[in-house]
């Protein structure tokens, strides 16, 4: 698991799980911003997404093209890990709401 967390990038890799736990701490302190704490994962794992895309597409123009289909395919992978990371935090955004909605109906 500790690999998928560098393959992502250390850096946003932090940041998502910096906003997993500030998701948490909002389901059980402040329950308005739940929504918003997941949808900023979200919009952090597709930055790094484009950020990673950005970087591979840079080190192919700098080998002036002569890579292999599998050193794309490896870059796309380790492209979609942190947004794969902010969808699942986003996930669990809306299984608190959910949560939180059929605990208490009346609110």
Do not use: C, D
Not at 35 to 46: V, Y
Not at 60 to 79: C, D, F, H, Q
Request: charged share 10%; hydrophobic share 50%.
């Amino acid at each position: 698991m500790i690999e998928l967390f560098y393959m992502g990038g250390p850096l946003f890799m932090s940041l998502l799980t910096l906003e997993l736990i500030a998701l948490i701490y909002a389901g059980f302190r402040m329950k308005s911003w739940v929504t918003e704490a997941g949808l900023l994962a979200l919009a952090t794992g597709i930055l790094g997404q484009v950020i990673g895309l950005y970087q591979m597409f840079e080190g192919i123009e700098m080998m002036n093209g002569n890579v292999s289909p599998a050193m794309i395919a490896g870059g796309l992978k380790m492209s979609t890990i942190t947004t794969l990371y902010g969808l699942l935090i986003y996930a669990g955004s809306l299984g608190l709401r959910w949560w939180h909605r059929t605990a208490n109906p009346a609110s």
